[in-house]
């Protein structure tokens, strides 16, 4: 089965620098990878995702990329504000299976101000 | 719309004790899921279905039992609890129209089992 790892598991930059979070995926059918952000005791919220018919995505200060043949993805944000500080997740599944993605096992990111 | 629903928001167990956790949707959504989050694992998927009367098991099913007699709900059976299922639990609902996606979580039952 599909099998995620996600790295690094924490992250620490200065407010209004970049991060950047990295997954790689085992299954080659996987197809649909969105990223989700945890914040503390709250439920997962999706904050962009991609499909593998394109190499990005942007989202105002996030990006998506999306390597195939190397099966690995990550997220970019820019201008990092407090604010974006929590957990990130990364999923696989097939992008007519969002219902039982595999998930990445976190990153905490934490913005100095 | 309440979106996705779950009852209790927390609860606390003894080992070997049963209960049942209420999952519930509105949107009319086909697909709903069951998570578990443990510490440093990430979500894990314990069961899942694509509609009504039917379901399936995902990554971690041992110990959980699902069904879904209506399309609006969703409900995860722990059968004998124990303290290897303390966590927390994360109903999910999604659609799929061919273009777009989108699985929405519920807010969570934080499970303690003594």
């Known amino acids: 089965g599909e099998n995620v790892e996600q790295h690094p598991s924490t992250l620490s930059v200065q407010e209004g620098d970049s991060a950047v979070i990295k997954c790689t995926y085992s299954?080659?059918?996987?197809?649909?990878f969105p990223w989700y952000k945890q914040e503390l005791g709250k439920r997962p919220q999706l904050i962009i995702d991609?499909?593998?018919?394109?190499g990005e995505k942007k989202d105002q200060r996030i990006a998506v990329t999306l390597n195939k043949t190397a099966k690995h993805f990550s997220l970019h944000i820019t201008e990092t504000q407090p604010e974006d500080s929590a957990v990130y997740f990364c999923a696989a599944s097939t992008w007519d299976s969002s219902y039982k993605l595999i998930f990445g096992s976190g990153t905490r990111l934490l913005v100095r101000p | 719309n309440a979106g996705v629903t779950q009852t209790p928001k927390f609860q606390v167990l003894k080992t070997g004790q049963s209960m049942t956790l209420q999952c519930a949707q509105d949107m009319n959504h086909e697909y709903m899921s069951w998570y578990r989050q443990d510490p440093g694992m990430g979500l894990r998927l314990i069961h899942y279905?694509?509609?009504?009367?039917?379901?399936d098991q995902g990554e971690v099913p041992n110990g959980y039992n699902v069904s879904r007699s209506t399309t609006e709900d969703f409900p995860l059976r722990l059968l004998s609890a124990a303290p290897s299922q303390t966590s927390v639990y994360f109903c999910?609902?999604?659609?799929?129209?061919?273009?777009?996606?989108?699985?929405?979580f519920g807010p969570g039952t934080r499970l303690l089992v003594l």
């Open positions: 299954d080659s059918a996987s197809n649909y």
């Open positions: 991609i499909r593998s018919n394109v």
């Open positions: 999910a609902s999604s659609y799929y129209s061919g273009a777009k996606e989108t699985q929405y």
């Open positions: 279905s694509v509609g009504a009367g039917i379901t």
